[in-house]
């Protein structure tokens, strides 16, 4: 009988203590720098479940089974935009239509620049080149440090909306992140600041964002678009390119076959292989810094004087 009793005592207690704690939402993150910001402000609270992991380019992925039903049981999508996750364009309405959708690449006071065209990139002047093109922005908007702490205080509010019982836990979290941001803004910057104004050629045009932070001037990008392969024609332009701007780095990236990069290469042309995804790296809050560390360092190493 005492047993009941004590039973029955902590059935009264738990009942008057009040409902318990809603769930945490339930949130699905693209690609791995958008979900290391997300999984930086998660923390201590719950995990983002990750979309597109893998050495795998969201140009050109194609959905599975599995990834429907992530986005069936998501509360919360968050994603680039359809500039990069092109697969993912038409399926969040009709896999997703309970969710949130957070498009990163159009929120509010973002710095936003255009896609550049024909593949073979004018010098412009930065000044009076400006901000906040409206005409096809390039959606690769988180290589830029600054750019990826408004992302984060985005993703600090929303979720504080979403969650109000752990409202606080996300608010802390995202301004602990944009602090870390500016500081490994100032870190890359401090890096790159001796190759700034030297040229190279990227695979395809994925890095302005980076280019436009550090004074960094890309010459071309070997494709218009990862999914077309370039033509002879093309070949011939870009290696006028490279001869006419004196070029001696050319950027391969790893879901990429580097054999037109290698084709291009000519005695003295250093090659970089940077990741605007970071795919090598272990998803999680630090997957972010540490991509960007690992892609400046292999870039500034790239541009570097030959003596050093």
């Given at each position: 009988?005492?047993?009941?009793?004590?039973?029955?005592?902590?059935?009264?207690l738990?009942?008057s203590a009040?409902?318990?704690?809603?769930?945490?939402?339930r949130?699905?993150?693209s690609i791995?720098?958008i979900h290391s910001?997300?999984?930086?402000v998660?923390?201590?609270?719950?995990?983002?479940?990750?979309?597109?992991?893998?050495a795998?380019?969201p140009?050109?992925y194609?959905?599975?089974?599995?990834?429907?039903?992530?986005?069936?049981?998501?509360d919360?999508?968050?994603w680039?935009?359809?500039?990069?996750?092109?697969f993912?364009?038409?399926?969040?309405?009709?896999?997703a239509?309970g969710?949130?959708?957070?498009?990163?690449?159009?929120?509010?006071?973002?710095?936003?620049l255009a896609y550049r065209?024909?593949g073979l990139f004018?010098?412009?002047?930065?000044?009076?080149?400006?901000?906040?093109?409206d005409?096809?922005?390039?959606?690769?908007?988180?290589?830029d440090?600054?750019?990826?702490q408004?992302?984060?205080a985005?993703?600090g509010?929303?979720?504080a909306?979403?969650d109000?019982?752990?409202?606080?836990?996300?608010?802390e979290?995202?301004?602990?992140?944009?602090a870390?941001?500016?500081?490994?803004?100032?870190?890359?910057?401090e890096?790159?600041a001796?190759?700034?104004g030297?040229r190279?050629l990227?695979?395809?045009?994925a890095?302005?964002?980076?280019e436009e932070?550090?004074g960094?001037?890309?010459?071309?990008?070997v494709v218009?678009?990862p999914?077309?392969?370039?033509?002879?024609?093309?070949?011939a332009e870009?290696?006028?390119?490279?001869?006419?701007?004196?070029?001696?780095?050319l950027?391969a990236e790893p879901?990429?076959?580097?054999e037109?990069?290698?084709?291009?290469a000519?005695?003295?042309?250093r090659i970089?292989?940077?990741d605007?995804?970071?795919?090598a790296?272990?998803?999680?809050?630090?997957?972010?810094?540490?991509?960007?560390r690992?892609?400046?360092?292999?870039?500034?190493?790239?541009?570097?004087d030959p003596?050093?």
């Amino acid at each position: 009988m005492p047993s009941r009793l004590l039973v029955a005592g902590a059935l009264t207690l738990g009942l008057s203590a009040g409902p318990s704690l809603a769930e945490p939402p339930r949130v699905v993150a693209s690609i791995k720098p958008i979900h290391s910001l997300v999984a930086a402000v998660m923390q201590g609270v719950a995990e983002p479940e990750l979309l597109l992991d893998g050495a795998v380019s969201p140009h050109t992925y194609a959905m599975r089974p599995s990834d429907a039903g992530k986005l069936a049981e998501a509360d919360m999508v968050v994603w680039a935009g359809a500039g990069v996750e092109s697969f993912l364009g038409r399926a969040l309405a009709t896999l997703a239509p309970g969710a949130e959708i957070v498009e990163a690449g159009s929120l509010k006071g973002l710095k936003r620049l255009a896609y550049r065209e024909g593949g073979l990139f004018e010098p412009h002047d930065h000044a009076e080149d400006g901000h906040g093109h409206d005409d096809m922005p390039d959606a690769h908007v988180w290589l830029d440090p600054a750019n990826a702490q408004v992302i984060v205080a985005a993703l600090g509010e929303r979720l504080a909306a979403a969650d109000p019982g752990n409202a606080e836990a996300y608010r802390e979290n995202a301004g602990a992140m944009h602090a870390r941001l500016g500081a490994l803004d100032g870190e890359i910057a401090e890096r790159m600041a001796p190759v700034a104004g030297r040229r190279f050629l990227v695979f395809h045009d994925a890095f302005q964002y980076f280019e436009e932070a550090y004074g960094l001037q890309a010459t071309g990008s070997v494709v218009v678009s990862p999914e077309i392969a370039p033509g002879a024609r093309r070949v011939a332009e870009l290696q006028a390119r490279i001869t006419e701007t004196g070029t001696r780095c050319l950027v391969a990236e790893p879901q990429f076959p580097r054999e037109m990069v290698d084709m291009l290469a000519a005695d003295g042309t250093r090659i970089a292989v940077l990741d605007p995804n970071g795919a090598a790296i272990e998803a999680g809050p630090l997957q972010y810094e540490e991509m960007m560390r690992a892609n400046a360092a292999a870039l500034a190493a790239c541009l570097a004087d030959p003596a050093r």
